[in-house]
Nanobody
Framework: VQLQASGGGLVQAGGSLRLSCGGSGRLFSRYAVGWFRQAPGKEREFVASINWIGGMAYYADSLKDRFTISRDNAKNTVYLQMNSLTPEDTGVYYC?????????????????WGKGTLVTVSS
């Protein structure tokens, strides 16, 4: 499975971006896929994940009101719609698969990572 994240760029605070994660390989549509981000000087953190059929999504608590994850398996693509962006959303965004969620709310099992896409939010 190969993943490629795209859609990043420079946006003003309050704006929106939609990221895309394109996947290749016959197993992509069977994997839960997640988005993670890494801000400058900080550790990588979980953003959102979606199960293989798109019926179940999880979000970081601080982002669930502004971000929406979705997928189109016919296009082998997972999307992350980001609204009301703030400078704190600046970072490199990565997609990864598969993603498993523990009962404690941690995420693990990511074998494949795409090259990240940079999101810069100006104030």
């Amino acid at each position: 499975v190969q993943l490629q994240a795209s859609g990043g760029g420079l946006v003003q605070a309050g704006g929106s971006l939609r990221l895309s994660c394109g996947g290749s390989g016959r197993l992509f549509s069977r994997y839960a896929v997640g988005w993670f981000r890494q801000a400058p000087g900080k550790e990588r953190e979980f953003v959102a994940s979606i199960n293989w059929i798109g019926g179940m999504a999880y979000y970081a608590d601080s982002l669930k009101d502004r971000f929406t994850i979705s997928r189109d398996n016919a296009k082998n693509t997972v999307y992350l719609q980001m609204n009301s962006l703030t400078p704190e959303d600046t970072g490199v965004y990565y997609c990864a698969a598969p993603v498993a969620r523990s009962s404690g709310g941690t995420y693990y099992g990511m074998e494949y990572w795409g090259k990240g896409t940079l999101v810069t939010v100006s104030s």
